[in-house]
């Protein structure tokens, strides 16, 4: 038997518990949540026309005879310095071909829209031919535009694929002789995400939606810090005009990972202005992370020395006035240009991501005063080490315990056995102490960075286990999310992720799963479930915690079995009246290596029953291996 006291509020559940971390990792930006399907848009990867399919090969070889395709550098526009000349000599036409991001996904009747910027010498080039095109050059939609200035112009145009085809590509022909020079080249779906130009993928946005997310955090991760200092994130080169927005090499673009991409650049279409939009459209408070003058120590771990330190802070200030500021300053009125007058509604903003020692607690100092100075109500998070032991973390802890820190961001990537051993972390935690951003976790079940880790059921109801713990003490934890959040089944540097997609659909994985049942049940107000006046924290492998919701007047109990046997439990609700039937959400699986895929990507996905009550008594039977969430009604 189990008790659960209604009527005893121990903390409150902050709306914040359980929120979704985004890094650029894995394609997630560019080639995935960013919806334009066009790779080196504007021509500024470091090997310039990268996913253009060069004229000159075999392939093409009637485009050597016709033609030329160059890349000029122009000084004077520092952000995007780069396009591309195409010089056509002969009336058999010349063509460039994108091959997107491992191909482009286009759905049969969908429209898409496709711009470009050119510049026609002389009217020289009379049309250019625009079209979807499969392996064998089927033609699978088109459109063309007439070019009809010499000088740089914009062109836009829509149509429809005739064709379902995950891998297309792009092919535009240019038919006349002459020069003509092109840049922005772009192609997105017309159904994004709120039908927005230069929008979202929809079917993930509507994933991370359903989720119904507390905050989201971005951009990363490892990102946010850069292999070097000057590839850190930097908010304010991601703002603006997209074709204004200094193409970066990605962190991930490196060969130190299972499948190195040399193609992994970030566009920053999805930048900043996005993101707080993306959290604002999904009910998210926005968690923006900002560099602390610490490149990634996994990487080159460069330093910026702290008299130098202050370009890093301001960033910081600025980006709370750019979210919060009024029009009529500086960065508000860039804003509201931008389309979004009203503030953002900033309330919390990290420094650092995973950076650690006396470096880190060195400039957290210097970021907390002036922030803190200008802006008292702004929350900071702070980082701490990778993992949550070692001399480091322990070190970083303490000195930011020291420095009053409100909020620590810990990550943990470890395997299911050490979920499940740990649902009791944060019982005899310092309750005065920094609260704790569970910033990242996942259960690895080879081990990290493992390319062989699988999102399987053993992790996700491990992962389960572990979060009634964090439940259960949310009087400390105010903020969690699993990592990395999504990957391209063809693109991606780390596993396990909580979302797969390809070009064309997207699935949630049994660990999206059991984010969905915490965050869409995270109720207002921990309440105690205890057996023989205890904590359920894993005797006889099963895990508990509860809460009621005073908006929705519901009790809810989330209970994890990790042992290989059913369980049959009596759960007795005290102190207040509670309805005589409810629901039981179950999430189980046969097997411990089971995992949803494109094929089944319901495999492992809840399913509701009915549940009678004897009295104030819930007669339950666990499934083995099986997360349940028991909902009730209080009267
Ligand atoms: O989630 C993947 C990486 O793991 C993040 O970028 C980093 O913060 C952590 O080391």
Redesign the pocket.
């Given at each position: 038997t189990l008790e659960v006291d209604v009527a005893k509020t121990i903390t409150k559940i902050q709306p914040t518990m359980y929120g979704v971390?985004f890094?650029d990792?894995n394609f997630a930006a560019d080639g995935g949540l960013y919806a334009e399907m066009i790779k080196n848009r504007s021509f500024e990867f470091e090997v310039p026309l990268m996913g253009w399919d060069q004229p000159k090969t075999e392939k093409y070889a009637f485009n050597a005879k016709s033609g030329t395709a160059t890349i000029i550098k122009v000084v004077e526009n520092n952000k995007n310095p780069r396009f591309c000349r195409v010089i056509v000599n002969d009336d058999i036409g010349y063509e460039l071909v994108n091959e997107g991001f491992r191909g482009m996904g286009i759905k049969k009747d969908a429209r898409y829209n496709v711009s470009l910027k050119a510049a026609n010498h002389d009217g020289a080039i009379k049309k250019i031919i625009i079209q979807f095109i499969d392996k064998d050059n089927k033609v699978l939609g088109e459109t063309s535009i007439v070019p009809t200035s010499n000088d740089w112009v914009s062109y836009t145009a829509q149509f429809a694929a005739t064709q379902t085809e995950a891998k297309a590509k792009l092919k535009i022909t240019f038919e006349g002789t002459g020069t003509i020079d092109l840049d922005m080249i772009s192609l997105f779906p017309d159904d994004t995400w709120n039908h927005r130009k230069n929008g979202l993928r929809k079917d993930i946005v509507q994933l991370l939606y359903d989720l119904k997310p507390g905050f989201l955090r971005f951009p990363?991760?490892?990102?946010?810090e850069g292999r070097t200092l000057a590839q850190r994130y930097q908010w304010k080169k991601s703002i603006g005009d997209v074709d204004k927005r200094e193409t970066v090499i990605n962190?991930?673009n490196t060969e130190f990972v299972h499948k190195p991409a040399p193609d992994y650049f970030q566009s920053f279409g999805l930048g900043f202005f996005e993101y707080f939009q993306l959290a604002e459209d999904i009910g998210a408070t926005p968690l923006p992370i900002l560099s602390c003058g610490m490149a990634c120590q996994?990487n080159t771990a460069e330093l910026v020395p702290m008299e130098e330190l202050d370009p890093y802070v301001q960033d910081a200030l600025d980006l709370i006035e750019f979210a919060n500021g009024g029009v009529e300053t500086p960065w508000g009125s860039v804003r509201s240009e931008m389309g979004h007058p009203k503030p953002f509604n900033l309330k919390m903003i990290g420094v650092g991501?995973?950076q650690w020692g006396p470096d880190y607690i060195a400039r957290y100092k210097v970021f907390e005063k002036a922030i803190k100075g200008k802006y008292p109500n702004i929350t900071i998070v702070s980082g701490s080490g990778?993992a949550p032991e070692g001399d480091f973390f322990d070190y970083g802890m303490k000195e930011l315990k020291k420095l009053n820190a409100e909020v620590v961001d810990e990550?943990y990537?470890s395997s299911p056995k050490w979920f499940r051993e740990n649902a009791t972390r944060y019982d005899n935690y310092d309750r005065k102490g920094p609260k704790i951003f569970a910033?990242?976790y996942?259960a690895q079940s080879v081990g990290i960075t493992s390319p062989d880790n699988k999102n399987n059921w053993e992790c996700a109801f491990s992962e389960a286990a572990f979060m009634t713990g964090l439940e259960r003490n949310a009087e400390v934890v105010n903020l969690t999310s699993y990592?990395?959040l999504m990957a391209h089944v063809e693109a991606w540097q780390?596993t396990p992720d909580m979302i797969w997609f390809n070009n064309l659909e997207a699935y949630g994985t049994a660990n999206y799963y059991v984010q969905k049942l915490f965050s869409t049940n995270k109720g207002t107000d921990l309440v105690a479930i205890t057996k023989e006046g205890k904590p359920v924290t894993g005797q006889n492998d099963l895990f508990a915690s509860a809460v009621k919701d005073a908006n929705t007047k519901e009790v809810i109990v989330k209970l994890v079995n990790a042992s290989a046997n059913a369980q049959e439990l009596n759960i007795d609700f005290k102190g207040s009246k509670v309805a005589d039937k409810g629901t039981v959400t179950t999430l189980t699986s046969a097997n411990l290596d089971d995992v949803n895929s494109f094929e089944s990507p319901k495999k492992i996905s809840p399913t509701e029953s009915e549940i009678k009550l004897k009295g104030k008594n819930a007669q339950i039977r666990l499934l083995p291996h099986s997360v349940s969430v028991l909902t009730l009604k209080m009267r």
């Amino acid at each position: 038997t189990l008790e659960v006291d209604v009527a005893k509020t121990i903390t409150k559940i902050q709306p914040t518990m359980y929120g979704v971390f985004f890094e650029d990792i894995n394609f997630a930006a560019d080639g995935g949540l960013y919806a334009e399907m066009i790779k080196n848009r504007s021509f500024e990867f470091e090997v310039p026309l990268m996913g253009w399919d060069q004229p000159k090969t075999e392939k093409y070889a009637f485009n050597a005879k016709s033609g030329t395709a160059t890349i000029i550098k122009v000084v004077e526009n520092n952000k995007n310095p780069r396009f591309c000349r195409v010089i056509v000599n002969d009336d058999i036409g010349y063509e460039l071909v994108n091959e997107g991001f491992r191909g482009m996904g286009i759905k049969k009747d969908a429209r898409y829209n496709v711009s470009l910027k050119a510049a026609n010498h002389d009217g020289a080039i009379k049309k250019i031919i625009i079209q979807f095109i499969d392996k064998d050059n089927k033609v699978l939609g088109e459109t063309s535009i007439v070019p009809t200035s010499n000088d740089w112009v914009s062109y836009t145009a829509q149509f429809a694929a005739t064709q379902t085809e995950a891998k297309a590509k792009l092919k535009i022909t240019f038919e006349g002789t002459g020069t003509i020079d092109l840049d922005m080249i772009s192609l997105f779906p017309d159904d994004t995400w709120n039908h927005r130009k230069n929008g979202l993928r929809k079917d993930i946005v509507q994933l991370l939606y359903d989720l119904k997310p507390g905050f989201l955090r971005f951009p990363g991760g490892c990102i946010v810090e850069g292999r070097t200092l000057a590839q850190r994130y930097q908010w304010k080169k991601s703002i603006g005009d997209v074709d204004k927005r200094e193409t970066v090499i990605n962190r991930w673009n490196t060969e130190f990972v299972h499948k190195p991409a040399p193609d992994y650049f970030q566009s920053f279409g999805l930048g900043f202005f996005e993101y707080f939009q993306l959290a604002e459209d999904i009910g998210a408070t926005p968690l923006p992370i900002l560099s602390c003058g610490m490149a990634c120590q996994f990487n080159t771990a460069e330093l910026v020395p702290m008299e130098e330190l202050d370009p890093y802070v301001q960033d910081a200030l600025d980006l709370i006035e750019f979210a919060n500021g009024g029009v009529e300053t500086p960065w508000g009125s860039v804003r509201s240009e931008m389309g979004h007058p009203k503030p953002f509604n900033l309330k919390m903003i990290g420094v650092g991501n995973e950076q650690w020692g006396p470096d880190y607690i060195a400039r957290y100092k210097v970021f907390e005063k002036a922030i803190k100075g200008k802006y008292p109500n702004i929350t900071i998070v702070s980082g701490s080490g990778p993992a949550p032991e070692g001399d480091f973390f322990d070190y970083g802890m303490k000195e930011l315990k020291k420095l009053n820190a409100e909020v620590v961001d810990e990550h943990y990537y470890s395997s299911p056995k050490w979920f499940r051993e740990n649902a009791t972390r944060y019982d005899n935690y310092d309750r005065k102490g920094p609260k704790i951003f569970a910033g990242e976790y996942a259960a690895q079940s080879v081990g990290i960075t493992s390319p062989d880790n699988k999102n399987n059921w053993e992790c996700a109801f491990s992962e389960a286990a572990f979060m009634t713990g964090l439940e259960r003490n949310a009087e400390v934890v105010n903020l969690t999310s699993y990592a990395p959040l999504m990957a391209h089944v063809e693109a991606w540097q780390w596993t396990p992720d909580m979302i797969w997609f390809n070009n064309l659909e997207a699935y949630g994985t049994a660990n999206y799963y059991v984010q969905k049942l915490f965050s869409t049940n995270k109720g207002t107000d921990l309440v105690a479930i205890t057996k023989e006046g205890k904590p359920v924290t894993g005797q006889n492998d099963l895990f508990a915690s509860a809460v009621k919701d005073a908006n929705t007047k519901e009790v809810i109990v989330k209970l994890v079995n990790a042992s290989a046997n059913a369980q049959e439990l009596n759960i007795d609700f005290k102190g207040s009246k509670v309805a005589d039937k409810g629901t039981v959400t179950t999430l189980t699986s046969a097997n411990l290596d089971d995992v949803n895929s494109f094929e089944s990507p319901k495999k492992i996905s809840p399913t509701e029953s009915e549940i009678k009550l004897k009295g104030k008594n819930a007669q339950i039977r666990l499934l083995p291996h099986s997360v349940s969430v028991l909902t009730l009604k209080m009267r």
